[in-house]
């Protein structure tokens, strides 16, 4: 064999995918130690969600004692964009992945596992299956290890872990902003409905991040519209 | 809200979204309002988590607001994830130090 098998390739390539998702979950583990999640449950949350945005929402709610409503329209909400990866990659595997495949391969769309796939020239089963696994191990193991650290740190770096998450959503929104008007438009609208919505009070967390993201998402494809190429053209993401 | 329960909500709902659209749809999204929507819905859902929620998610609102002023200037000279983490908690465990002094 002179071409390397694709499965084989998709796993090495998934390796940077895997570390960074320890990282960041890392700071999930920590998050839930606060609400007093136990560690066992942390690592089942990562295990089953694999998504840290939906993840963080979805434990916020919780925490803030929200209805099962709020929760399940919360997570979708944060998780939407997962539809439009999914009709993507369900385009691109063609017809002869079946549908218990299909169905596997789900579990494993996120921005950063998507976005592999989509590098490569052409995407099976196999290979986005292989590209699952390491970064499935990474986002769960470093949950249970920030969940379990978080149990015996001092109050104080607890206190300071508590914004390693909300640091993480700046570092990806800062970056964006900066490459588009549309986008910083977009982060200071949220911000500041939010924070007005929040000084006004009576609104539970959950529903005023539905009403902030609905608002600010459809004024903005009203009034600032992009002109991107769509993620179903199968152009590979930059 | 028992926390199995809520662990189920978000495990199905999570796995729902991913699995029906590669079953299910497979027709391409071509409306540009809805592409555009759904391209927006991150940024305003990762902003309204973190503001004003990081402002309150230390011992004091100081801490919290000189957390989130280092991440934005960390990442604004485009630090990786992981530096604009650990600078913004770095700034909170240094604040509240200050404060404990004063």
Redesign the interface.
Known sequence: MTTPNPATAALRDSTPIAL?YF??SL?FGLYCARLD?PTA?AG??SF????S??????L?I?GA????LE??IG?????????????????RLGPQVG?AQ??L???G?TDEIYALGMGRRQVGFADYAASMVLPIIGWTSGTIVGAAAGEVLPA??V????????????????????GSR??LV??L???G???LL?SIGGLD?GW??II??IV???A???W???R?A???SGVVPS | MSLWSAILLMAGVTYLLRALPMVALRRRITNPWLLDFLHYVPYAVLTAMTVPAMILATESPISGLVALGVAVLVALRRGSLLLVALCAAGAVLATEALINLI
């Open positions: 960074g990282t960041v700071a999640v449950l089942l949350i089953t969600n694999l998504s945005s939906g993840q963080f929402a979805g916020t919780i004692g929200g209805s099962h929760l399940a997570v979708a909400l944060v998780n939407l964009r997962y539809v439009l990866m999914a009709i993507s990659l369900g385009q549908t299909r169905l391969l789900a579990a769309i104080p770096l206190s300071a872990c508590g914004v390693l998450l909300y640091a993480m959503f700046v570092a990806i929104v800062v970056p964006a902003a900066v549309q986008v977009v982060a609208g949220a911000a409905l939010s924070s929040a967390v005023r991040i902030v993201t600010i998402s459809a903005a494809a009203t600032l519209p992009t991107r769509d993620l179903d």
